[in-house]
């Protein structure tokens, strides 16, 4: 009963990720989504509208800031040999 054990838990995990990939097992966001459009109340509507355009603002903003990241490290590798040459 110990292998018992062991394989519960990978299988499910397994599964969980089929399951969603299929579309059988739905997340919490594509429930909320669901909901707000099937709601008749404009205000919910609105306020979505509103989250989706804050979370693409988000987004658009935090991909500038990976790029910079990576040209700060492009270039503190490029200038390192030259801070290393006095010790």
Same mark, same amino acid.
């Given at each position: 009963?110990? !292998?018992?054990?062991k394989?519960?838990?990978?299988v499910?995990?397994? !599964? &969980? +990720? #089929?399951?969603? =990939?299929?579309? &059988? =097992?739905?997340?919490?966001? #594509?429930?909320?989504?669901?909901? #707000?459009?099937?709601?008749?109340?404009?205000?919910?509507?609105?306020? !979505?509208?509103?989250?989706?355009?804050?979370?693409?603002e &988000?987004?658009?903003?935090? $991909?500038?800031?990976?790029?910079? =990241? $990576?040209?700060? &490290?492009?270039? !503190? $590798? =490029?200038? $390192?040999?030259?801070?290393? +040459?006095?010790?």
């Open positions: 009963m110990e !292998w018992w054990g394989m519960v838990v990978p499910r995990n397994v !599964w &969980i +990720r #089929v399951a969603k =990939r299929l579309g &059988i =097992r739905k997340t919490g966001l #594509v429930k909320l989504r669901h909901d #707000v459009r099937t709601c008749e109340y404009e205000d919910v509507h609105v306020l !979505w509208d509103m989250l989706k355009k804050n979370e693409t &988000i987004t658009r903003s935090a $991909a500038g800031k990976k790029k910079g =990241r $990576a040209w700060s &490290i492009a270039n !503190w $590798a =490029r200038c $390192a040999p030259f801070l290393y +040459r006095g010790v």
